[in-house]
């Protein structure tokens, strides 16, 4: 685990055609500075894997309107028009999953778990061209587990080994993508000496990080802001 | 955002409630059933990984404590907090005893539509499909009728499914129903509802169980 | 969630064909006064679902012992050589599962889980009828859920609600089991009043638990004393 | 517990971990490897749900920390705790760099057998499997040969193999091998060993790499 400077100097390592996934539900616990130096990168054909694709020219909404994204996988793009429109004209790929979906096969993907059998979206258009498979009389869809390059997340608090802590339901999806790219990317916002977290509190320990920043933009009641 | 009509509707489904319950409530009218219930006896859980939600005065807003909707919540006392696979694992795994949701339209299996419609972008779910499969009791709450005047109560529902799981009641502006061994039984008139405009208003088939 | 003065009558609802499921790995993180008060109750035919099965006329050893054992699903029997005896004389069924897999079926059976797909044991003995997928050109077994009737386990702290913390490695398969079983039933060190525990650190909501009662035994550097 | 010989081959085994490693350990000489190691530079995961595991002072113990083999350990700073099916997410997802175990036979395609002996009980195979699939590297450490002068490196695993995988590292009390191409490459003779001595004694074919 290192620290970084700049969400600039963290993300060198992102490369066109990979597949990045984003923490955060809505701007709560997003990776917020990271998204946007994201989109500052000379890189395309990016796969997203997010719950949402942030909002009409905001946050992950701005890749969009780049052209940098070649597909999407998520659960809800309804707050942005811009995703529906893009697949409407065929600019990009989407994967619409069950949120739950979504997040167990992230999980999936970082506990070595090749893919698993949930009755959700069975019988519906969701499962169309998915296996299924009877188990006790019922019918349930096989899903298969998410993996990415590189993770961008959101945490609370870092120690100086990387372990995190988050914050409400800033939680969400941040520790699960953690375990399930190449490379996770967190910024966080306060640095903390090792041993200052309680061992029985960590929700990420330290072995799934790569890359720790100082969050620059905080989501407050006025809506993001800049600090430090 | 809430009318009289919602609020009618999402007062009638807090009593469905009972003491101890674990409730996931959906985004629309069943936000508003929040307003209804003790939280003291009723636990609000949030898909976006939260129990013990409770309602929170304007100053006291936290931007990081939110619910399904991303609207600002509160904390009951005793709540907690947890990863979105760990919350989707209680709401799939059976741990939640009551989901209420919003429909577009449900049929007279009961089965409900409410995550797509044909010839718009298919293109938001979120975790419709994961509480009909995993809440033990499902109640959708919706208006009888949609703008134009036409029936949401249909034979068969015209929109994809959001699964094939039957819900157990249905709550409107005009009627109750519930679900029992295959057939819609009509148990309720809303207040100011007569049977008549619900026959009219109602294009499924039910049985008229009035007591 | 309901509270009990004693093992007694947090156990009443025990009957004898039931599977149970047993928390701890070895001493550590046992359920010490439910299990004492199981292997006195008038059942038989149980199937138990723990890492391990106690030692020799010790703990789940004595429901072995007493013959109320019809079958033991864990990863690691060798600590009591009780339970190879008496698989050798026919006495029980054994299903040995890696620890992973173990654990990972647990917490399947509490999150709607049917089945998934691990790399773990393929091309090994414990794979033999097991059936296998391939994914990425690399092959997964397929592994089933377990559920339970009834899970005892043990906590640190409960609160009034009935939400719990662990103690470090006292936590193991706690947590996992309460997820997994119809009555999931708790002895813990300690009772706190609802809002003590930091919301942020609740390692078991409430809503997975049924019955709570406070440890007569505890495991201490002397071994397990009684206490209260 | 210790003699001499498991000692010099836990320390041997020490010298290949690296800087910011997670290292998990196993059962009997591998748990000697932690005597070795620096706990500032090298992390040690066990399965039962730690990371950050250190020695402990006997007037320091506590009885509700222990490792995989039931032995009290201590705690190092940044240490944290985690339940089994976190812990084994973290084998079987590929976040432990290193497991050390060790091993009843291992053959010359580097596969193990650590959990079963044919014609006695099958009744143990705790998180050997798991760690075989999921550690990036795999280094197992044995004696030579067995108690009754037999060798422990064979053609072809006579016991029941944990996994098809091939382990990366052989340390024995007479030599290290690696296995790198499909072949077993005799790299190093411990201290006190010559190559006659690993050659008379090791069933498997081996390249000779000594430099």
């Known amino acids: ?228 | 955002m809430a009318n009289p009509i919602q609020e009618a509707i999402a007062k009638r489904a807090a009593q469905e409630l009972e003491q101890g319950q674990i409730v996931n409530l959906g985004i629309g009218i069943p936000t508003l059933v929040a307003n209804y219930v003790d939280h003291n006896h009723v636990y609000l859980h949030t898909e976006n990984g939260m129990l013990g939600v409770e309602d929170v005065l304007e100053e006291d807003i936290d931007p990081n404590i939110v619910n399904a909707g991303k609207f600002a919540v509160g904390e009951a006392v005793g709540a907690s907090y947890f990863d979105s696979a760990a919350s989707f694992a209680m709401i799939r795994g059976g741990h939640v005893d009551v989901a209420i949701l919003g429909v577009l339209q449900v049929d007279e299996h009961a089965r409900i539509a409410n995550w797509a419609v044909p010839g718009k972008n298919i293109i938001g779910v979120g975790g419709a499909m994961d509480l009909l499969v995993g809440a033990r009791k499902v109640i959708v709450t919706t208006t009888h009728t949609s703008k134009d005047g036409k029936s949401k109560i249909l034979k068969e529902c015209k929109y994809p499914i959001t699964s094939t799981r039957s819900v157990n009641t249905i709550i409107t502006d005009l009627a109750v129903f519930n679900y029992i061994d295959g057939q819609l039984h009509l148990v309720e008139l809303m207040p100011g509802a007569d049977l008549e405009t619900v026959e009219t208003n109602t294009e499924a088939t039910f049985v008229n169980s009035l007591k």
Chains 1, 3 share one sequence.
């Open chain 1, 1 to 228: 685990m290192k620290f970084y400077n700049s969400a600039e100097e963290a993300l060198e390592c992102v490369q066109s055609g990979q597949t990045i996934m984003v923490g955060g539900f809505g701007l709560v616990g997003g990776p917020l500075t990271l998204i946007d130096t994201l989109v500052e990168l000379d890189v395309n054909d990016l796969t997203i894997i997010s719950n949402n694709l942030g909002e009409q020219g905001q946050g992950l909404g701005k890749l969009l309107e780049q052209k940098k994204v070649k597909k999407a996988i998520g659960s809800y793009f309804t707050g942005n028009r811009d995703v529906g429109d893009a697949f409407q004209r065929g600019e990009i790929d989407i994967e619409l999953l069950p949120q739950g979906t979504l997040a167990e096969s992230i999980r999936a993907g970082g506990a070595g778990i090749a893919g698993y059998y949930t009755k959700t979206s069975f019988g519906t258009d969701l499962a169309k061209g998915k296996e299924t498979k009877m188990f006790k009389d019922e019918e349930y869809v096989l899903e298969e587990a998410l993996q990415a390059d590189v993770a961008i997340i959101r945490a609370y608090k870092a120690d100086t080994l990387g372990n995190l802590v988050y914050y409400k339901t800033a939680r969400n999806f941040n520790p699960l993508m953690a375990t399930a790219a190449k490379t996770v990317i967190v910024e966080v916002d306060e640095i903390v000496e090792a041993g200052e977290l309680k061992s029985d509190e960590i929700a990420t320990p330290h072995l799934f990080v790569d890359r720790v920043i100082l969050a620059k933009k905080v989501l407050t009641k006025e809506g993001v802001v800049e600090h430090g």
